[in-house]
Structure formats: C-alpha cells, structure tokens
C-alpha cells in the first residue's frame, strides 16, 4: 500500500464500507449504486451490524463483500428468496436484496414475482445494466431485442422485460427507478425505499462499461419522471406500460399492510404439544 | 439553464465545502483503489496524490468550521448544479486504461464545477458574511484549476489507441 | 390364530371400500380403540388415484408387542365393496386361514381375493346399514372386526364417542347401533385370534405417524421456521408444523417452490433461527444446488425427505427407498454433508431432533431420508424418550476480537456469527473463501476449506447413535430407514427357530463410518444388505466406502410394495444357507 | 534444452501481464505459429478476478508430440508486469534452468519467482515498445520467445498478419516491427531449446478446444436445436453452438434458467430433434430434476457438464472433477443414465457425438463430463477421425398397428413415436407408467420398466470405445476425463525409465462396467486410480460397482492446480514401489 | 368396458378424447375443460396427430392422457418451457400447455413470465381452480388471502396472483377469460387462442368441488366482459388491473411478431464447419 491520508472520523457512507476492494471494472455504474446504498444507510443512521445485505451471483451481486453490513453472497437467482427467510425470521434486521437483471428478472424471476406478491418489508435494488456482465456480455431479459452478441448473433428478437411494470402488476408496495450516475438522488430513494414498510423494488440504471459501452450516454437521457408517483394502481399501470425506461424517481407507493409471521403469539414448550398423541 | 442556489447561512457554505472536499477525497481514493485493482499505477498514485491535495482541503475547511455546528444536509439536498459534489469525479467517467492525462482532464473538470458552484453562490446570496466566505472559497477554486491546468499542460496527450486492449474481458462466474 | 409359534402374536385386518364407504375411517378408529385396550399396532392405508370416492383399504395389524411392518397375510379381510379391487390385490395377501367378509350385494368375491382360498363369510353389510337410522355400513364392519377379535366394548365406545363428538348425539348413536348390528353378526362367524388386551400399558403410549414425528423431533431440536412447498408425501408433516410452530412462537411459510424453500431456510438460519423443509424426491432435486450453498456458506438446516417411488413424478403415493443416492451425492462439487434415516416411525422423534442437533452443532445441512411407509403410517408407540443434547451452534461473540467466520480452528467448526451481533459482521459466501469469507480461488484456500469441510463432520463423535445394532450372530443383517422394521421382526421370527443374526441399522448414513461400519460387522462371517430399492444404493454405498471384514451380499427390490416379514425370513434363510 | 532424457521434449512458455498488457493474445499467437510451423501443443490461461485489467497468465507449452497436460516447469517466464503475480505464482513453476525475462521498469523480479533460482535477464519491455509507433510490448516479448526458441520467422508474420487483418497495415507493421526488436533481443540471451520445428506435418492439423471440440462432436451427432443458460466455463461452447447451428438449419435458444433449458430440449427431442444443453455444476444441478423426467419417459438429451471448482459457486474458472458424484447418482428414484468423459481435448469430438449417438439409440439422457480445462485449452491436435455411428433413435412406424410407447420389447429399447406420426399418439409421462404409457403404481409395471430402463443401457454393446487401455504392465493407472493426459504422458516417461504400467481411461463411465473393468485389470497385480476432486469420487464408484481383481489404491487430490506430469510420476513410482 | 353406444361417425370432439377415464372428480371443471379443447380442435378439424398437449402436475396437468393427440405430462411447473422447445423445433405442430394455478403461476411462475415474452406460436389453458387440488387443498397464488387451510391456517394473508395482467405486462399476444361451466363459450375462446400467432393465454375459472365446495357458486357470478376486446396496452392494463376476476371473454389481443427459429436458413453439413480449426 502507498501511504493515502486517513479517512475523515465520524458515522458517514465510508464506515458502510468494508475494506475489500471492488474487482468491478472502473467507470462500472455499479460503483455509484455502492455509494448511494452506503449514503442512504448513514442516512438512517443504521448500525452496520442491524443491516443484512444479501445478494446472488452476478458483477452487482458482488455488493455485500464491499460493505461492512452482514452479508449473503448466496447462489444466482434466490436472493429474494434468501432475504425473505431473514427477514421474516428476523423482523429486527434492516435487510436489503441487491443484485443484476440477469439474476433478478432471468433466472429469478419466480422468486421476484413472489416477493412482490409477498410484500414482505425489504428493499431489492436491482442494477439493472440490460447485460449478464459476469458472464461476458449475454443479453438479459432486460435487453433491447437487436443486440448483437455472442450467444444470441443478431439480437434475441425477444421484447424486453419491464421490470417495473412486473412489480406494481404482482403487488410491490414502493417502485422507483434510479440512476448510478446520480448517486444522490439514487441514496434518496433507497432511503424512502427503506422507509416504506412492505417490499420496496428500486431499479437503478447502472451501465456497464465493458459490455455495454453505450451506456455511457445513458446520462444524457434519464430524466426526472415528468408527474409525481401515484397511489392509485391503475394509473401507475397505464403510466409504467408506456414509460420509456429512463424516467427516475418514485413512479408507485402504496399502502398494503407488509407479510409478517406471528412469531410472539405463543410461545409454549414442544412438551406441550404431546397431548395430542397420547392414547 | 442552471437551477437556483438556496444556501442561507455561512454554516450551511460551510457545511456544502465540507461535503465537496471530502466527497472529493473519498472518490480519488476510491479511483486510486480502482486503478490499483486494474494495475494501473500510474493513474493510481496520481489519484491518490489529488486525494492528497483534498485531504489538505478538507482539513482547511475543517480549520474554517472550527467549533461551530453545521446543519446536517441529507446528500439529495445538496445544492449541487450537477448530479454529485461538485468537486468530485463521477464514477461513471474512468476506464481501466485511463492515461494521467485522461485523469487530469477528469480532476480539472471537477476544480471547474467547484469554481462553478461557488461563483453561482457569489452571484446569488446576499452581501455579507456568506458572500465573503463564498468568495473566498470561490478564489480557492480559481487557484485549484489553476493548479490543475499547469499540470495538465505538462502530461503528454493520450495516443489514439489508449483504450484498446488487445485481450478480450475474462469470464467468471 | 393364524400366528405361527415363531411369529409376533399380531393380527391383521383389512377393510377395503370406495366412494365414501369410510373405510379408512374406520381403520383408525380401530386403531385408537386397540391402543386403549392396550395393544400396540399399525395403520397404514392404501388408495386409488382418485382424489375423492376412490378405491381404498385400510390395513391394521394389531399385536402385543411393537411392530413397525406389515404382517404376512390378512387374518381377516372386510369388504365394503369390491371396486376396483384388483389393483391393490397384491398388498392384501391372504392364506387359507385368512375370513374374508363379504357383502354379497356387491357381486361375487372377486377371483384375486378367492384364489387364496380363505374362508368366506358373507354379509349384507349395504342392507344392514339400512336398519339403522342414519347407518353407515362402515361402523357395521368395524363392530363385525370388534366382535371377532374380541376388542373390548368400551374402548369402541371411546373412540367412537370422540371421533363424532363435533357430529352431534344423532351421529354418534347410528355409529353405537351399526357397531353394535356388527358385534352381533361377529357372533355367527367362527374366528380364532391371540387375545392381545391388557388395557394396563406399564409406559404411556401414543399414536402417531412418522411425518408428525419427524414434525415433533424438529421442534424438540429447536426448529422454529419452517418454509415449504406441498408434495406427496411429505405435505401432512408440514401441516402438522404450520398448526404447532404457531404455539411454539416459530411458523411455517409456504413458499412458491422447492428453490424458495430451500432458500428461505438457509437465510432463516444464517439469522439464527434453526430452520427445516420437508419435501419427496422431486422437491430434493430442485433444492440440491442450494444444498451446496448451505454446505459452502456452512449454513446448518435440515430437510426431511419423504421418500416416494421413483424416478421423477414415479409413485407419489407409495413408499422406495431410492433417494438414498441423491440424498448422498446428489450436490455439485466435494459438498460433505449430514445423512441420517429413522428407523421406525417413532425413531422419526429422536432422528430429526438429532438431525437438527447436529446440523446446527455442524453447521451442516442434513437430509433425514424418512419415507411414506413411516411418514404415513400411524403407529401405537411408547412415548419416545425426551433426549436433550447438549451440542449447539457454535456462535461468535460479539467485541471478541476480529472475528474470522470460516477460521480453521475448532475442528473445522468456526464461531458463526448472529446478524444483530456488532463487530462481527462477515459475508457468508457460496464462492470458494478465505478464511475470513472473502473470495479466494487459489489452491492453498480450496483445500483448506475442503479439508475443513470434511474434517467437521468426519471428526465429529456420533456416539451410539450412529446406528442400532442388536444381537450377536455369525451372520449380519444391515438394513436402514423404513426396512428395518420388517428386518427386526424376520430375524426376532428366525431367532426363534434358533437362527441367531445381528441387525445392524445405522442411523446416520454420511459422512460414511467405514470404521464404525467394520466394527459393527466384527466377527460376523457375512452380511446381507436389505434395502427397497431398484439398484441396492446402500449395498454400492457401504462397498464404496469400507472394506467390510467379511462378505457382503445384497437383497433388494423396489417399491412400492412394503418389505413383508415372511419375505424376508424365506430371502434370510436362503440367503444363509448359502 | 531443459527436457531430460525421459521427457517427451517439449518447452514451456508463460507470459504475465494485466491491464490491457495482451498477453492472452500473443500467447495464442505463439500457439498459432508453432503449429504452423510444425508442432504440437497447448495453450491455457490463468487470470484474476477482474473482468477488464486484471492480472493474466498465458501458458503455452509445444512439443513435437502431442501433449495434453502442461509442463512440469515453465522454461520461460517472460513478464510485461509482475502485478498480482503471486496470485498465481504456483501455477508457474519453475527451476534454475528455466529462463524469467523481467522489464526492469517493473520492479524487482518477486520473490515468489526468484525464489526459484531461475536465471533472470532484464529487458526492458516498456520502453522498448515505447520506440515502435504503436508498438506494444506484448509483441516484444512474443519476438523474444521466437527468437529464443528458433520459431521459423515467417510463421510468425503469417499469424501476426491474420491476427492484425482486421486493424489495418499500421497496427501490422507495428506488431512486425515489435516482433523483430523482441527477435533481436532474444540475440543477447542464452538458451538451449529442443528443436521443434518440422514444418511437414503428415496429417491435418487443427486447433481447437474442448468446448468447440464438444460442439462438433455434437453436430456431428446430429444435434440441431441447443437451449441453454450462459455459465462458465461452458458459455464458450453455446457460443460456438449459436454461430455455428444456424449453418446447418439448427438454433440455439437462451432459456430464462436451467430448468427452462433442460426442459426446452427435452420437449425438442421428443419432437424428434436431437438436443442438446450445456452448463457447468450449478446448472447440473438445477438440472437433476428434469433429467429424472428424461429417464422416466425415456427421452434423449446430451447434457455437457463443463466441470469447474464445487461446491456451489466454487471457483467458476478452474477446474476439478468433481461433478461425477452428482452426474452419476444425482438423481432422485432409480433413474440409470449414460455418463461420458471425454479423455482429451479432441476426444471432445468423439465423446460427445458418441454421447449423441448413445442418447439416440437408447432413448436416454447423457451427461457428458467435460471440464475447464479441457473445455478452454485450445490444443493442437491431429484432425479428428470422422466417425459415422450407425446405432439412431427407433422410431415408431406410422400405422404400424398398436403402439405401445414403453414396450417391453426390443432389449428396453421401444419405437418411439413422433408427433405428426399419425395412429402412433402416446402421452410421454413422468409417472410411473404401463407399456402404453397409462400412469400406474402397480408392483409389476413399476418393477418392469425399472428393469427395461436399466436393462436397455446394461445390455447394450458400447464396443471398444467404452475405454482407452493402453500399455500392458503388472502394474495400472485407472484415470478419466482430463487427468488422462497428463497420467499418459507420466506413464510415458516412467516407461522410458523402463516401468511399464498399464492406462486405463474409461470413456463410458455410466452404466457402470464392472465385468469391463475387471477385465482391463486382467492380470494387473495392483491399480491406482487418479483423480482431480477431493474425495476420491472415481474410487469409490469403482469400489462400490465392481469387486475389482486387485487391490485399487487412489491418488487424487482437489483443484484448481491441474495434475502435473512430474508430480504424478513422483506419485506413481512412490506407489509403484508400495 | 360397459356397452355404451358408438359415437357419432365423422371428425367430433369425442376423436380427440382418448380411452382413458379420467380421475377428476364427478363436478369437477376439468371435465368441461376436456370437452372444451376437443370441441375447439374439432372446430379448427386439426388432426390429432398433428397436436402435442403438454402438462406439468396437477389435477388439471392431468389433461393429455384423456387426449387422443400427443401428450406429455411432465414434471410440475415445467410445462411451458418444455412445450417452447417443442413448439420451436417443430414449427409444424399444434402445441397446447394445459395445466392448473399451482404449477403455473407458483412453481412455474418464471417460465410463465418469460414464455408471455419469448411470444412462442403456442396456447396456454390454465384451469384455475384457486387451490392445490392434486395435494389435497393448499392455497395457491390465486387463492383469497383470507382462505383458511391446514398449511396456511387463517389464510395466507397475501395478495392473490393476477394472471392475466402479468400476462400482460409480460408480453403475451392473446388474454381472455373462459370458466368451465360455459364450454362452448370456452372452446371459442380455445379456437380464437390457437388461431392468433405468438403466445395465447386462456385462463378458465374452473372449480375444485373438493376441496373449494364454494366454487360452484362462480356460475352465478362470472358474466362476459362488459367491453370489447381491446388492443390497446395501456387500457387493457388498467381496465384489467382493476378487474374483479370474474369478467369472461377476450380480455386482449395483441399484433406481435411470434418468435421463430430460422431453422431453414442455409443447411450446411458439420464438415463445413471444420475449416476454422484447420491449422
Ligand atoms: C445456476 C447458475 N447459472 C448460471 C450462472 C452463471 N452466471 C453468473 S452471473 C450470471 C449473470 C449475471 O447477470 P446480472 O445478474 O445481470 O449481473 P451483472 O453481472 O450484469 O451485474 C450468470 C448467468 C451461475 N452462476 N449459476
Ligand atoms: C417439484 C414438485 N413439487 C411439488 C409437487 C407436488 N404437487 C403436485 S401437483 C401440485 C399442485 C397442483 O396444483 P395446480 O397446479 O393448481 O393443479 P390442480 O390440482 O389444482 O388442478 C403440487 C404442489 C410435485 N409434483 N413436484
Ligand atoms: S463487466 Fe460490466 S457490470 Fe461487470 S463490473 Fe464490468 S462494467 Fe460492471
Ligand atoms: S380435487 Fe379438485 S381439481 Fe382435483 S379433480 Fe377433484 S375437483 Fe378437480
Ligand atoms: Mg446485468
Ligand atoms: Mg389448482
């Protein structure tokens, strides 16, 4: 190590992360995604322990080993399922799903559907970058249907995923999209995300440089979502089906009580529990 | 085009400074860590020699803030005229193969927001205290792209090709 | 008394019916009414694919001592009707001492019952239902069984007076009046059984089945979460743990498959809270890359297999023992793990609460290859010892120093550490890791925690309870899971004409005890493996895996038959002449 | 000349560098023009973390003979930078007579390699390159490694052409231009080579790896419709599949997941396509499910399993052997299944069409284990023989009469009828069934199609390609998969010392052979069976299905290091004299 | 085999029905169902030779057998993806998917999500009973949250699976609503499903008398969709998110391109392909 000045003291962004380095390629959105959840918990003034980050397989899956929160780096595609045991069992923790397209729309996609439905109080942040970066450049569910590549020549011809659209129509209770070149505002819908009870879903544009250098000019085309976000369901419905995929901001919020286990019911000993087999 | 500044009060200048120099710190030492990972040295010990520099900033402002209280802002409230702490550079603007002169192109770019975001102040609040403190603040800035300039100017240009890697990108999971 | 001399005084009864003719309703009740009156015994029911009005037979056999398989042959067979029932001819084998009693409204007895050439009774079950108000001929053929064997009047009483309590006093007394038209037409037919009432049982007993045994013995290891996708036949012991965990302050989710559930538990458990599914092959197979997840992140959580015929959708309805293989290799990758079978149905207790144990005490998952035969079939039982193990997780403190969550030290066991517990926090990792979790690919970490891995479970002392291990002979039988029962029994039937054999049932399958196996065959001339399954996967296994001290032969066949007890005393026999 | 006397003569090359050095490139440009100019060999790779910039190794070793595992130890190391180069340092070994080419500007040589006493040059690489225009120092340093090893210059620049076409005449000029200061670099350096270079190859050579060696096989086979989930290592071959099937009418469809791809090829091959997925151990895993479904209903499909680090996600760019374990018994209920392993880099051809032809004929799936390092090692290899098999899917004729789908027939193998066959409609099904196809949970259809589905694969005639045995000592080397190169080639060398063994390279590794395996090991006093996984799966398998005519004993050991000639030689005669 | 009388001489429903007996029990919708698609084969006079029915697991997943087209009854909540490799290989084929709530829209959700979008040539009846009725009555995504049941006593809690606007919002070409209890009505919307090219989604209300006694009340209650069929997404989004579930009809039919394999490209033999790794 060459010798770097020391980090400013006090509870800020920098003390949610760990101190493993990020293998991720530089100009990598996922970068800023990092900053931005690490800003939205100082934010909350969580403690790092009472944060459990839990991810799949993927580049933005590798999230949770960059942060000094307790963490899952479980297997491609069950995040979401892996989070909702936690959290159901654990209501006390704040927990946080992080992870790609691929990982969340493709293979996961079940799991998603189903959290959503489920709506139990999590926030799942999706870095969404159209591509399976990890793998080398196949197209996601996220991906426009002309995208040359390797594994689909010519494009998959396939209409893309709407992610947004899945989520409000299977019943997340906070739907926003963000944005890794805005970190800030990015930090701030994690935070509302956090905020809301019930499953937050936050889709944040994150480009990758490696196989998807076009998204660069993703930051001359996001936009602030021109109306603020609805309650009312239909809306939001007719809104997100004809949204482009570049408006920012938080497009849904809704009210639905979140799924909890009633786990202070009783609390009896398994002895009693016996009656029931005695002759 | 530039949206309106609202800062009311020299402890809420002091407190944006803050956040830009140390924003502004953490990212370079950040990016020096990036081109570490990515073997870029050269890049790397430049990055960290700015963080260098911003961390003398900081510890400036820091000097300037004294005992006195600054009101937390959330970082969406910024007053920003960009997306992020005006003296930071984006995350999204750095590549692997990245020359000094790339990086010192990235770092005056960031020195141009700062002396930006200041000259917006001075041109908005009121006389007073807060547009001294903006002032000279702002003048700091104007040393810093100085400063900056002069270095870049010493940094040979990138060749064309800086960005090709004859290798292609390696699978993983 | 069709007991021979050598065999377990038992008798056992068949009603078979369809359509709503209530015959397994009637099997129970006669179950719990021999368990007040004292005896031990076994239900276990069989069906047609119809979910509603199929074809169905409720077998009972009922003894003096426990019995944990079916007997031989039929002692007496009633027939409500006659649908269909060639289909399951087969497991209701009857001799020439078995009564059959028919209902001659029904047709003629149907050639497969009539080939044994058992005596046939007829009666007018239909007609004489009609007599009573409100009768079901169900509650007739359960007061004709009562009546033959000799079950005492008021234990009927009992059982008749709970079972309809919701039903109202008009309900209960058709059923005493049809019990009682049955007792009386008993008194015409001429059967001689073994008297097996001693209302004063010296311990306390209980009914129960396997799944909610295993349900039992998961809550008594400390399970509170439970996540699960329903299958056959392991659906009925998650809705014993969806209604008990609630009074236990744990629950049950449903997830939306086999990959939520396993996940669900695994991120359960990562927070601390023991965690368990259940599921049959199919579900197993969709979870087994997560399973190496549990494995590698070092994540303890326990899934009860219920073992059904195979291979994939197979016979979901009937018992095989050919997950074993699966339950072993089946995870990508050297992924070590827990592998443990009950022996009996009231063995479910003690197993799944050890499996717990020791896949927390481990940081292991561990797969408890229960089967239908157990799972379902409901069993008069001593109660099951309470057992308190003292092992648990192993878990980090907090402010302890810099915590390394998957450090070599401890036999391979490191401090895990509890979301919520400052200072500790650690990514739990799926990617090959250092000891601290962080992603590592080079040599000198895999193996490592390969070794590490291994050497956990391999390490560990199991005890005793590795395995039953009972008499002494020259001659070995090695039997695990639901064959056991019907093993114990041939060779208690064998030992009482003179043939002493060892029985040798290991409880926990893997990691493989090659030195606990030879120990157990020390002495012993040659061994024969018992297994129900098509390709004699623990006989291949225990080959693999040791090199027995002495011959090892194998008889085995898959489902979805049970193993019969007077099979295998004729296979044992053969087999030891050999 | 490092090579001793009993070592097949050949010459290692590493080249390091990150970041954009390009040494992946010149590595297989090195490659390239040595087989042009004559020779055999082998080019891999090694690499950190990182998907852009990260530290690599290229590791090329030629020879006049065809070799299929690397090197003992590398004669030249030539580095651009030394970044991260103990992440892979033990992938390079070396010994004082190996040649370590340092750039000066670099920093001192590490201690990792000079630890090793290898002779250093310095050279500044960086600054050399800076006098080219455009000139790039991997290009240098390919120039020295010609000049050293006497490659014929005009190879050289006929690669560098091929390679640069596409960038134009500057960028080739400055690659020449490069090339020719690294060639006169190497002037001022000493070393003493084997000469290689023979350029009149009798028959066609090819380069290939195992990956594209597998897709051939499988087009070959007649595989026209893919499905599959990108995974490493074996996202290569569907790649190769998606280009290369739209030549021949066929296609390639990226399904949402594994379960989607394994299902999606089994609904095309029971339309009549030959199908074919490939994943690697996760996949495999999600896999197990569906494949039982392809055994119950007796549909083909080829499943390559690129094997990579377990368990879980492991180490996804190394390999191990170690998904025999899953591929053989990671199926729920007694579910037989053919499992290949391809023996070297271009037996990927033959394997996988043979699979192909397998799966056809015997209506069953197969799982072809192949694994990183033959999947990605691009070698240069003698064309592979074309082989027509004869043996194909039967087909149900149209009007043909009564056509029973699951028949008991033909030695387990049933006409299969084809949708559009018109008379022929069955339901294919996952239940157990009848001939007909009827679901049924009957004793006897159970145990008649377990016996059909396991008799069709036992009773089949595999012919010699079942193993390659070569070699005819008291003494055996049982290998499979990727170890086979590198345990011939050990083999080899002790043979030269005058030990003869005898190598035995099962192809077909389930069914499991045992009366095949007895008789390779006719006459053998004692075999050791060799492995890349850690808990000896090969062994035990063998153990567990064959009583083998003497002793077996095991060296194996996990990955990611691949086995090495020198360590395996040491390992042989160690044993050899146990 | 009772003597029954002949049927009817010449192409009826009744030549798609096959000799086997089916299991379901007496009222149970399914037999409707049955009646249904061979009445809307018949109509299209498609010979049953030249359609495959393909099944996952479940009361409903039980379809093919009783068909006397081909058939294959898979594993449960694979179906869908089983039926695309079929379909796309064997463009010439009538291909249906025919199975219950439980293996479609739980175990099977993923595929069902990217089957909508992939827009393969094919049809998908879902007889949505609200229940696992194979497994003896659990709930399933399409159950009340309110409804009581031993694995999920007091009901689920959550909110019920909408198929038809996650149909929708993923992509499929053709959504209605049939229920078992109008067949012919049913066998119509069959007809127009398999006639419209890409992905065809029928959802057919048809109830579980066994283990949910209450569905026989949903004849009173279903009634066709008060509006046309539309093609317009946006308002078939909300008109269809708002929907009580019980409007029957032709909900949405879209002009989407199905996707196809150019399998009939160029037909080259492998040795063509072996130039590349010629030295
Ligand atoms: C079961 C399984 N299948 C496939 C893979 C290979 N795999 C790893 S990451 C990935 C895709 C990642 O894409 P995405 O989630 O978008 O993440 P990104 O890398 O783009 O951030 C795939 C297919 C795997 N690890 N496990
Ligand atoms: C992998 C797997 N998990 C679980 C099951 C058990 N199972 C069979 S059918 C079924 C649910 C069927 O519900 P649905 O699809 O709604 O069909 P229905 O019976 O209601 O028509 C379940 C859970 C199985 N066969 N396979
Ligand atoms: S490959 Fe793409 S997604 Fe992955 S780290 Fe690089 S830029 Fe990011
Ligand atoms: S259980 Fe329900 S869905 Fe199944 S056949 Fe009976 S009525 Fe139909
Ligand atoms: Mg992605
Ligand atoms: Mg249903």
Known sequence: MTSSPAPIPGLTARDYKSEVKPVWCPGCGDFSVLSAITKALAELKLPPEKVSVISGIGCSSRMPAYMNSYGFHGVHGRAVALATGLKLSRPDLTVLVTGGDG????????????????????????????????????????????????????????????PLVIALASGANFIARGFSGDPNGTARLIVDAIRTPGFSFVEVLSPCVTFREDQRGWKKIVRPAPVDPTEDIGRAARRLMTDDGFNLGILYTGKRKPYQLRLDAVEEEPAALETQFVV | MSKPIAIGSVAELLAHAKAMESEALER?????????????????????????????????????????????????????????????????????????????????????????????????????????????????????????????????????????????????? | MTAKDDETPSLSIALTGSGGAGVITAGNMLLDAAAKAGCYGLFARSSGPQIRGGEAAAMVRLAKEPVAAPGDVFDILIAIDWHNIDRFAVELPLSTESLVIADPSQGEVPEVIAASGARIAELPLKDLAKTVAKGRPNMIALGVVAGLIGLPDEVADEVMARALKKRGDEALAASRDAFALGVEAAGTMSFDGPDLWTRAATRERWIINGNEAAGLGAVRGGVRFVAAYPITPATDLLEWMALNLQRLGGALVQAEDELASINMIIGASYGGTPALTATSGPGLALMSESLGLAVASEVPVVVVDVMRGGPSTGIPTKSE??????????????????????????????????????????QSPAIVLSDQLLGQTRAIVDRPTDIAFVSQRVTADAGAGEVRRYALAGGGVSPMAIPGAPGAQYTADGLEHDERGLPSSRAGDHVTQLDKRAAKLDGFDYGNHWAEIEGDGRRAVVAWGSSTGAVREALARLGSRGHEFRLVSPRLLAPAQPARWTEALEGVERALVVELNHSAQFYRYLKGYCDPPCPVDVYHRPGPLPLRVGELVAEIEKWSRS
Not at chain 2, 28 to 50: S, T
Request: charged share 25%; aromatic share 8%; hydrophobic share 40%.
């Open chain 2, 28 to 173: 370079y030492l950040d990016l020096a860590e990036q081109m570490e990972v990515h073997h870029n040295p050269e890049v790397a010990e430049l990055f960290r020699k700015m963080a260098r520099v911003e961390r003398k900033h900081v510890e400036k402002i820091l000097e300037r803030v004294g005992d006195k209280d600054l009101p937390h802002i959330p970082p969406w409230e910024y007053q920003w005229l960009g997306e992020e702490a005006a003296e930071a550079i984006s995350n999204e603007d750095v590549h692997y193969l990245m020359t000094p002169h790339h990086a010192l192109t990235l770092a005056l770019g960031a020195e141009r927001r700062a002396f930006g975001f200041y000259t917006r102040v001075v041109e908005t609040v009121e006389p007073g205290e807060l547009l001294e403190l903006a002032r000279e603040l702002m003048e700091e800035e104007r040393e810093h792209v100085a400063l900056i300039e002069a270095w870049l100017a010493k940094v040979p240009e990138p060749a064309d090709d800086w960005a090709e890697d004859p290798d292609p990108p390696l699978l993983q999971e």
């Open chain 3, 321 to 362: 023992q050919s997950d074993l293989n699966i339950a072993l290799f089946g995870l990508h990758g050297d992924a070590p793990h827990l592998v443990l079978a009950p022996t009996s149905v009231s063995d479910c207790v003690f197993t799944t609460q050890w499996a717990v144990t020791l896949a927390e005490a481990l």
């Open chain 1, 103 to 162: 990982d969340g729309f493709s293979i996961g996609g079940n799991h998603f559907l189903h959290a959503c439905r489920r709506n139990v109080d999590m926030t799942y942040i999706v870095m969404d970058n159209q591509v399976y970066g990890m793998t080398k450049g196949q197209p996601s569910p996220t991906t426009e249907p002309d995208w040359d590549s390797a594994l689909s020549p010519g494009g998959t011809g396939l209409r893309p995923f709407h």
